[in-house]
């Protein structure tokens, strides 16, 4: 990053036509990016905050992991979590025998329905198989404590 801007150093190495911007590693990262904070400036207890973590999570989980989601992937699941946890708020106002505002709850319910589809309702399972390396130490431990073979 240069020393006084937000900026970071973009590498252009390839002929005009074909430059595509590299970012350096960036060193200094928003606690958002770091993961400490759920949303900037938000007290990460209260009760929707929580839930919105917690819807996070779970569609997180359903996708795969983390570890197999790209940033742009990461921003519908945040989008979709923010747009559930306002339609179970005025769900809970409905319950309550209040008026809602059928307008508001059909446009959230309609962006609900279209980032879900981006993200395809259907979970991905994670792959649990182990590396071959992982395999044949894993084998090769098994063995020698079958033996009696002390290992590493």
């Not at 992991?65 to 989008?79: F, N, P, W, Y």
């Not at 923010?82 to 709850?105: F, K, N, P, W």
């Amino acid at each position: 990053m240069h020393a006084r801007t937000n900026r970071r150093n973009v590498s252009l190495a390839k002929p005009a036509a074909r430059r595509v911007p590299t970012v350096e590693k960036a060193h200094a990262r928003s606690r958002l990016s770091n993961g400490r904070d759920v949303l900037p400036d938000v007290d990460g207890r209260s009760v929707v905050a929580r839930r919105y973590r917690d819807i996070i999570a779970a569609v997180i989980s359903d996708q795969g992991g983390a570890e197999h989601l790209s940033e742009v992937r990461l921003q519908l699941i945040r989008r979709f979590s923010g747009t559930s946890v306002l339609a179970e708020q005025i769900e809970a106002r409905l319950a309550l025998g209040e008026q809602i505002d059928i307008r508001e709850y059909s446009l959230l319910v309609s962006t609900i329905v279209r980032v879900a589809q981006r993200l395809g309702i259907e979970r991905r399972p994670r792959n649990v198989t182990p590396s071959l390396g992982q395999y044949l130490s894993n084998k090769q431990a098994n063995e020698a404590a079958k033996d009696g073979e002390p290992t590493e």
